[in-house]
C-alpha cells in the first residue's frame, strides 16, 4: 500500500522495521491523515530520504495507543449506544463507564477529546419530602372522603395546601353530642414518618384537650406513632377519647380531678360549655 503525502512530495524509502496498521473503523473520523489508519513504527521519526523534509511521514504509536474521535463521530457513537467514545479502535473493548480503554467505574463520565469535554451524566433527581407527603395523604384524602365515618362531616383540605384538613366532629355521648366541634389535622412535610397533629378549632371542656385545642392523644405521640398508621385510625382513636375521657393522661388536670371527685358537676359544666361554644350539628 502506497501512501502520498498531501503535498505530492515522494517519501523515501521505507525502513525495513517499520510497518503499517490498517483498521476498518467506519464509526470513526480520526482526523489523521492518511484516513482510518494508525501509522505506527517502533523506531525513531524519519525524515524523508529524497527531499530532506525534516517533517515526518511516519508516525510512532501515541502515549495512549489510541485515536480520538471526531466530535461528529461521538455524537454518531451515542446514538447507536456506545459510551463517551465508543469501543476502543485497535481491540473493540469497551471500557468500564464507556470510555475506551476501560478504567475505574464512572470514569466514562466525562472524557476530553482536545478542547471538547463530553459529559454524559444525567442530572439526578431529588426527592422532596413534601410531593411524598402530599401524595400520600391526597390517596388517604380521597379514601376517608369515600367511606366517611358517621361522626365526621364536611371533611375537606385547603385549597392551596393538601397537608391541612378541615373536618366536622360529631361527638356520640353526651354531653359533647349536643353540639359539633370543627377539628383541624395538620400534616408535617415529611408524613408519615412523622404523626398529624389535630387541633380543635371549636372550644371544648375536656380533660384531654388543653384551652388551644391541643389533643393529648396517645396514638400521635413520638413513642407511639408507626409510619404504617393511618389517618382514619387517628380520628377513630379521637372519637373514643373525646366520648370516654382517659382520666390517665390528662392535660387539664384541674378537669381530670373534677370528673373524678364529682362526675356530676362536670357534666352540668361541660355541658353548659358545649351548648355556648359548640357548632349546630347539621339536620
Known amino acids: 500500500m502506497e501512501l502520498q503525502p498531501p503535498d505530492g512530495r515522494t517519501p523515501g524509502p521505507r525502513p525495513p522495521s517499520a510497518h503499517i496498521l490498517v483498521h476498518s473503523a467506519p ?64 481491540t473493540g473493548d469497551w471500557g468500564a463507564g464507556g470510555a475506551p480503554g476501560g478504567g475505574d467505574p464512572g470514569a466514562g463520565r466525562h472524557q476530553a477529546a482536545g478542547r471538547c469535554t463530553v459529559s454524559l451524566e444525567s442530572p439526578g433527581r431529588t426527592l422532596h419530602p413534601e410531593m411524598t407527603a402530599s401524595k400520600r395523604v391526597a390517596k388517604e384524602l380521597e379514601e376517608l372522603q369515600e367511606k366517611l365515618p358517621r361522626y365526621l362531616q364536611n371533611l375537606d383540605s385547603d385549597d392551596a395546601n393538601v397537608l391541612v384538613w378541615r373536618v366536622l366532629f360529631l361527638p356520640e355521648k353526651p354531653p359533647y353530642n349536643l353540639k359539633a366541634f370543627n377539628l383541624c389535622i395538620s400534616f408535617p412535610g415529611d408524613y408519615p414518618l412523622k404523626p398529624p397533629t389535630v387541633t380543635f378549632t371549636t372550644k371544648i371542656y375536656h380533660p384531654n384537650v388543653d384551652s388551644d385545642g391541643q389533643v393529648c392523644l396517645p396514638i400521635i405521640s413520638k413513642n407511639n406513632w408507626e409510619p404504617h398508621y393511618r389517618t382514619y385510625q387517628v380520628l377513630d382513636a379521637l372519637s373514643k377519647l373525646v366520648n370516654s375521657p382517659d382520666l390517665e393522661q390528662p392535660v387539664r388536670v384541674e378537669l381530670a380531678d373534677l370528673l373524678t371527685q364529682d362526675p356530676e358537676l362536670f357534666y352540668k359544666k361541660a355541658e353548659e360549655f358545649t351548648l355556648q361554644y359548640g357548632e349546630n350539628r347539621p339536620s
Not at 34 to 44: D, K, N
Not at 56 to 84: D, E, F, N, Y
Request: glycine fraction near 14%.
Open 27 to 90: 464509526q470513526w473520523d480520526t482526523g489523521i491523515w492518511p484516513r482510518r489508519a494508525l501509522l505506527r513504527q517502533p523506531g525513531p521519526r524519519t525524515k524523508g530520504a529524497s527531499s530532506g523534509d525534516p517533517s515526518p511521514l511516519r508516525r510512532g504509536p501515541s502515549r495512549t495507543g489510541r485515536l480520538l474521535p471526531s466530535a461528529a463521530s461521538q455524537r454518531q457513537s451515542r446514538r447507536r449506544g456506545a459510551g463517551p467514545y465508543g469501543p476502543d479502535v485497535r
